[in-house]
């Protein structure tokens, strides 16, 4: 059983940074596609970042430069630094995962997270 629990979140002014953790359990022995997702009141949620098995990564649109994602695999851990925060960054945060697929010598995500955590809150003020 796979389980995720996000952590790192907090209130911080517009401008600084946060580090969001989360660490994953029940993974042993399979290679995942992982992801953050956010969403806030009155919208939907929306993809942040990913990272497929080989380390390569996606990111929204609206955090390209600001958001790094990064995956521990020691400590089955992934990452979501998150720098010059601006107020439209507020939203719950959280950390997904899909099985990996192998094909022809390529791990492959299809985008169909399964697992998701609890989510943790990050408000940006002015």
């Known amino acids: 059983q796979v389980q995720l629990v996000e952590s790192g979140g907090g209130s911080v002014q517009a401008g600084g940074s946060l580090r969001l953790s989360c660490e994953a359990s029940?993974?042993?022995?399979?290679?995942?596609?992982m992801a953050w997702f956010r969403q806030s009141p009155g919208k939907e949620r929306e993809g942040v970042a990913d990272i497929d098995p080989e380390g390569t990564t996606n990111y929204a649109d609206s955090v390209k430069g600001r958001f790094t994602i990064s995956i521990d695999n020691a400590k089955n851990t992934l990452y979501l630094q998150m720098n010059s925060l601006k107020p439209e960054d507020s939203a719950m945060y959280y950390c997904a995962a899909e099985r990996s697929f192998y094909h022809d010598g390529t791990w492959y995500c299809r985008g169909n997270f399964g697992y998701w955590g609890q989510g943790t809150q990050v408000t940006v003020s002015l």
């Open positions: 029940g993974t042993a022995g399979m290679t995942y596609c």
